[in-house]
């Protein structure tokens, strides 16, 4: 996740089961009071702020995508749920962390902060992908080619990207530290080119 690519895509075009008015349940970690990540975020959005073609994420929206559950047309409140309550067992033993965000990198649909480290954030998503095969047969998505990261910006054109590398790389800052203390079960959208949420329920990870 470190080579630079070419060119940028736009990131909004529709993923199968995707259309205006969808709604998704999905896992997430949150970064709201997370002080520390809202100022390496504002210095990016500072420096990206006139770079075309790029959705720039606000506070409130920023995010680590754990595990997806499916669209609410087809997954019941009660199984998600009964998903939240077998993840509050599996995820209570599994102790709070640290991480350090950033730099930002460039990718083909989007500028990412990078995790470090990335083990406890996989140890959380096993941990909800146990808690799903808890409640259901079948787990959605790979368990494998999981990337932590957290977007900053994303692509919502076709066009070259040295711009917005070179926008990062005029950047003079320093990594983020943020405290995971929970793991949240989300009802997110992306009718107006962004992702944004209600959530459905937030679960405490161990002491």
């Not at 997430?28 to 790029?54: E, I, S």
């Not at 950033?102 to 406890?120: F, H, K, M, Q, W």
């Not at 080619?145 to 957290?150: D, E, K, T, Y």
Request: charged share 20%; hydrophobic share 45%.
């Amino acid at each position: 996740m470190t080579d630079t690519p070419a060119r940028m895509a736009d990131h909004w075009w529709w993923r199968p089961g995707w259309s205006q008015g969808t709604r998704w349940y999905t896992w997430h970690l949150t970064f709201d009071g997370a002080d520390d990540v809202h100022r390496l975020a504002a210095d990016y959005r500072h420096a990206l702020a006139d770079v075309p073609g790029l959705d720039l994420v606000p506070d409130p929206w920023l995010h680590l995508t754990m595990q997806g559950l499916g669209s609410t047309a087809e997954v019941s409140q009660a199984d998600a749920r009964a998903i939240a309550d077998a993840a509050a067992h599996h995820l209570a033993k599994i102790p709070a962390f640290d991480l350090a965000l950033g730099p930002a990198i460039v990718t083909p649909e989007a500028l990412l902060l990078t995790v470090d480290p990335a083990e406890p954030v996989h140890a959380v998503r096993s941990a909800i992908r146990t808690a799903i095969a808890d409640i259901w047969p079948e787990v959605p998505e790979q368990a494998d080619g999981f990337r932590p990261h957290v977007s900053v910006a994303y692509s919502n054109a076709d066009g070259p990207a040295q711009p917005a590398a070179d926008a990062l790389a005029s950047v003079t800052t320093y990594p983020a530290t943020a405290r995971v203390t929970a793991a949240e079960l989300i009802v997110l959208g992306r009718d107006r080119q962004m992702y944004e949420w209600e959530t459905a329920a937030r679960v405490e990870l161990g002491g």
